[in-house]
């Protein structure tokens, strides 16, 4: 058993309480194998004794398990003098029974990421699971307008928010609370707080799927969710354009810094998608597009690349990671989001709707 196979083995101990692994909390600094003898040493900066003693109980068991090695020394370091109550990790963040969370995030805004985590979240909802949707660009909260949602949430009498049924699924909005009418204007710490509250708050019940419509860029959010929530992946949106491309690579390398697998990338806004009828089957003709002939029924389909076409894949393949598909522009997206369905909902026979549908067949062989 080599040292990667021993990094894969402990990315099952999770800090107790937490969802999280202790790989990705970086607590183990060094593996040392000699033949079948085996030392790691673990930096647990908690001074609970406690919950040191079940990590390195839990460590040796994982490690025994496999009947590789002679001998496990496992070597803990001391925490910080300074250590205090302040200086433990946080209680877990999510309140419910989550089996899976995934973010839909982009590398800039206007890429149309809070559309494609609503329509994804509503066909996984059609698909027979139990999903939730969590908006967390705070500054921008747009799933209520998505969603048509103008209620505000109940709460329990244990203090904690209810979120509201819609379209087959549980949704919560920062809009919900606030108003989208007014601006947000906070720092970074105040943020962050709300985005604990979004999940320690929310009364999630069980859930099969989280889908986190997360803000653009790689900020304040972006470090609290990573450091506090074992994501089981990520979906990243872009645009064709170079422009949004070369945000992307951001975006990617955050989640993988942080063991949070990149599912792959969406191409939105992915060329104009018009499809109509014609009567005694005429022919089209556009300047610069070309001729286009109607089928026998008098029905035609047309893509007219307004950007450009094919970034999206050609960055899915730079990063490594697989390409989801292309999401057009149409009149149907455009209409649904504006009257408040989404349009796997609104238009479920449209090419738009089949596109999200396909990606949310990848996203349940991804979670499977």
């Given at each position: 058993?080599?040292?990667?196979?021993?990094?894969?083995?402990?990315?099952?101990?999770?800090?107790?309480?937490?969802?999280?692994?202790?790989?990705?909390?970086?607590?183990?600094?060094?593996?040392?194998?000699?033949?079948?003898?085996?030392?790691?040493?673990?930096?647990?900066?908690?001074?609970?004794?406690?919950?040191?003693?079940?990590?390195?109980?839990?460590?040796?068991?994982?490690?025994?398990?496999?009947?590789?090695?002679?001998?496990?020394?496992?070597?803990?370091?001391?925490?910080?003098?300074?250590?205090?109550?302040?200086?433990?990790?946080?209680?877990?963040?999510?309140?419910?029974?989550?089996?899976?969370?995934?973010?839909?995030?982009?590398?800039?805004?206007?890429?149309?990421?809070?559309?494609?985590?609503?329509?994804?979240?509503?066909?996984?909802?059609?698909?027979?699971?139990?999903?939730?949707?969590?908006?967390?660009?705070?500054?921008?909260?747009?799933?209520?307008?998505?969603?048509?949602?103008?209620?505000?949430?109940?709460?329990?009498?244990?203090?904690?928010?209810?979120?509201?049924?819609?379209?087959?699924?549980?949704?919560?909005?920062?809009?919900?609370?606030s108003g989208n009418k007014a601006p947000t204007i906070w720092r970074g710490p105040l943020v962050s707080k709300m985005t604990q509250q979004f999940f320690?708050?929310?009364?999630?019940?069980?859930?099969?799927?989280?889908?986190?419509?997360?803000?653009?860029?790689?900020?304040?959010?972006?470090?609290?969710?990573?450091?506090?929530?074992?994501?089981?992946?990520?979906?990243?949106?872009?645009?064709?354009?170079?422009?949004?491309?070369?945000?992307?690579?951001?975006?990617?390398?955050?989640?993988?810094?942080?063991?949070?697998?990149?599912?792959?990338?969406?191409?939105?806004?992915?060329?104009?998608?018009?499809?109509?009828?014609?009567?005694?089957?005429?022919?089209?003709?556009?300047?610069?597009?070309?001729?286009?002939?109607?089928?026998?029924?008098?029905?035609?389909?047309?893509?007219?690349?307004?950007?450009?076409?094919?970034?999206?894949?050609?960055?899915?393949?730079?990063?490594?990671?697989?390409?989801?598909?292309?999401?057009?522009?149409?009149?149907?997206?455009?209409?649904?989001?504006?009257?408040?369905?989404?349009?796997?909902?609104?238009?479920?026979?449209?090419?738009?709707?089949?596109?999200?549908?396909?990606?949310?067949?990848?996203?349940?062989?991804?979670?499977?």
């Amino acid at each position: 058993m080599n040292k990667d196979q021993i990094i894969h083995l402990l990315k099952s101990v999770n800090y107790p309480g937490f969802t999280r692994d202790i790989i990705s909390f970086g607590m183990v600094k060094n593996i040392s194998l000699d033949d079948r003898n085996l030392t790691i040493n673990l930096n647990i900066t908690t001074a609970k004794d406690d919950v040191r003693k079940t990590i390195v109980a839990d460590v040796r068991n994982v490690l025994e398990a496999t009947k590789e090695f002679t001998d496990i020394n496992i070597q803990v370091s001391d925490p910080p003098a300074e250590a205090t109550s302040t200086a433990e990790a946080p209680a877990p963040l999510v309140n419910g029974d989550i089996k899976h969370i995934v973010a839909v995030a982009s590398g800039k805004g206007g890429v149309g990421k809070s559309t494609v985590a609503a329509n994804l979240a509503v066909a996984m909802a059609k698909k027979g699971y139990k999903t939730g949707l969590l908006d967390l660009d705070i500054y921008g909260p747009s799933l209520p307008i998505i969603l048509g949602i103008n209620t505000t949430p109940k709460i329990t009498d244990e203090k904690k928010l209810i979120p509201v049924d819609v379209h087959g699924l549980k949704a919560m909005s920062f809009g919900l609370i606030s108003g989208n009418k007014a601006p947000t204007i906070w720092r970074g710490p105040l943020v962050s707080k709300m985005t604990q509250q979004f999940f320690r708050d929310v009364e999630w019940g069980n859930l099969d799927i989280l889908i986190l419509d997360l803000p653009p860029g790689t900020g304040d959010i972006h470090l609290t969710l990573t450091q506090h929530i074992q994501l089981s992946g990520a979906i990243i949106v872009t645009t064709p354009q170079d422009m949004a491309l070369a945000d992307v690579q951001k975006g990617a390398d955050m989640f993988r810094k942080v063991n949070v697998p990149v599912y792959g990338v969406v191409e939105n806004m992915s060329g104009l998608q018009i499809e109509g009828t014609v009567t005694n089957n005429a022919q089209i003709d556009l300047k610069g597009v070309g001729v286009i002939n109607p089928d026998e029924n008098g029905r035609f389909s047309l893509r007219m690349d307004l950007f450009k076409r094919g970034g999206g894949l050609k960055e899915s393949k730079r990063l490594g990671v697989p390409f989801l598909g292309e999401i057009p522009i149409s009149s149907e997206i455009t209409t649904a989001s504006d009257e408040g369905t989404p349009v796997v909902s609104a238009y479920p026979n449209s090419t738009s709707a089949r596109c999200y549908h396909d990606l949310a067949n990848q996203l349940e062989g991804f979670l499977s």
